[in-house]
């Protein structure tokens, strides 16, 4: 199976700072690398497929960058619903593997 | 508009069974593949099952492989999932998802349902 790491953990941020989130998968996954955000008592969002392209919908502040397998989720400015926490996810090899999330606080 | 909608979810005793439902609209159903994945207590994401849009492909994770079943209805816009032999470290929010196509994206969820396997 492809493991999937997140850095950091964990993360205390203000508004309008940016942020960003690393991935890292145990093989190569060529960029089949996507991005989800959850928040609590409501159903995870994608934010970022195939590493790079931004979901129809989501705010320009989310992108995504890398290849191979190490990844970066950034968000130029929090914004207060970007409390929450985000998990990539590869979709290369089944089994699908999500990372262990990255919680965004104040 | 995607609409994805669990249910099924509920309190069951180790060994026991549930069959869970994912009623979908807004979409051609039968032009996707469809997941599911879950989410334990204090726990991050977890895929479990995939099936094809024909329904002719399905894959689980180990965890569920011969415990679990996953169907669909594409007359009916449903996804199922049967679950047997339950342990309690299936407890979790069980999601349905919408599959992009490409590489498996899961580019809609449902709201989730809650299993919980307790005696």
């Known amino acids: 199976d492809i493991q999937m790491t997140q850095s950091p953990a964990s993360l205390s941020a203000s508004i309008g700072d940016r942020v960003a989130i690393t991935c890292r998968a145990s093989q190569s996954v060529d960029i089949h690398l996507n991005w989800y955000r959850l928040k609590p008592g409501e159903a995870p969002r994608l934010l970022i497929f195939s590493t790079s392209g931004l979901q129809y919908g989501v705010p320009s502040r989310f992108s995504g960058s890398g290849s191979g397998t190490d990844f970066i989720l950034t968000i130029s400015s929090l914004q207060p619903e970007d409390f929450a926490t985000y998990y990539c996810q590869q979709g290369s090899r089944i089994p699908f593997t999500f990372g262990p999330g990255t919680k965004v606080e104040i | 508009e995607v609409h994805l909608v669990e249910s099924g979810g509920n309190l069951v005793q180790p060994g026991g069974s549930l069959r869970l439902s994912c009623a979908a609209s807004?979409?051609?159903?039968?032009?996707?593949?469809m997941n599911w994945v879950r989410q334990a207590p204090g726990k991050g994401l977890d895929w479990i099952s995939f099936?094809?849009?024909?329904?002719?492909?399905?894959h689980y994770a180990d965890s569920v492989k011969g415990r679990f079943t996953i169907s669909r209805d594409n007359d009916n816009n449903s996804v199922f999932l049967q679950m047997n032999s339950l342990r309690v470290d299936d407890t979790a929010v069980y999601y349905c998802?919408?599959?992009?196509?490409?590489?498996?994206?899961?580019?809609?969820w449902g709201p989730g349902t809650l299993v919980t396997v307790s005696s």
């Open positions: 998802a919408r599959d992009l196509g490409a590489d498996t994206t899961f580019d809609y």
């Open positions: 099936i094809s849009s024909s329904g002719e492909t399905v």
């Open positions: 807004g979409f051609i159903f039968n032009s996707h593949s």
